[in-house]
């Protein structure tokens, strides 16, 4: 019984406190426009399991976070191997964050136009061009860390960003097969949406 109260009164005190910021930011999250494919972003489930397994065998979801965010709504998930056993190790990181029409600039900035200049804007000079099996055009670079290749790619309102990390018997993989794996993925990924 005890428990029960304490757990309902951190919820009460959590509602309060995001609607009390909602309140102090003068409104409501950013809502989608008539026209944004994705009201939401995907939860992690839309996330083909074949495809993390292929990129990272064995790897098992560690993080599922979600929820509004200024101009949209993300949801981050994370897959990871590490303290699972076996040679190699890594990390994959999937965000999925829709961006919603904003009615209020001058003129009209649509979700689509917001997702594409995300995507812009995360790609560093150093990135490189592909197309996807789904048609979309991504960028993928190397990552600061060693053995790690990230990707953006966006369809419709949805901004998907993808990072990739793996050791191989303890030593980063290469960057080229980083981004191999990442492609691959990126292109199961990419069908599913």
């Known amino acids: 019984m005890r428990a029960a109260i304490v757990v309902t009164g951190a919820v009460v005190v959590s509602a309060a406190a995001v609607g009390g910021g909602l309140w102090i930011a003068g409104g409501d999250p950013d809502q989608p426009g008539g026209g ?50 076996g040679d190699q190790q890594g990390v994959l990181r999937v965000d ?42 991504a960028e993928v670079w190397r990552g600061q860390v060693p053995g790690t290749a990230e990707l953006a790619f966006h369809t419709d309102n949805l901004l998907v960003r993808v990072s990739y990390t793996a050791v191989d018997e303890d030593d980063p993989v290469a960057f080229d097969r980083a981004e191999e794996t990442i492609v691959a993925f990126a292109d199961q990924l990419g069908e599913a949406l």
């Open 96 to 137: 999925l964050t829709a961006r919603f029409t904003d009615a209020s600039a001058e003129p009209t900035v649509t979700g689509d136009a917001s997702a594409a200049l995300a995507q812009a804007a995360l790609v560093p000079p150093r990135g490189a061009s592909v197309v996807l099996g789904s048609g979309a055009e």
């Open 36 to 85: 944004d494919a994705y009201t939401a972003a995907p939860p992690c489930g839309v996330v083909p399991e074949d495809a993390v397994a292929q990129a990272l065998p064995g790897a098992v979801l560690e993080s599922d976070d979600g929820g509004p965010l200024a101009g949209g709504d993300g949801t981050a998930c994370v897959w990871t191997t590490a303290g699972l056993g």
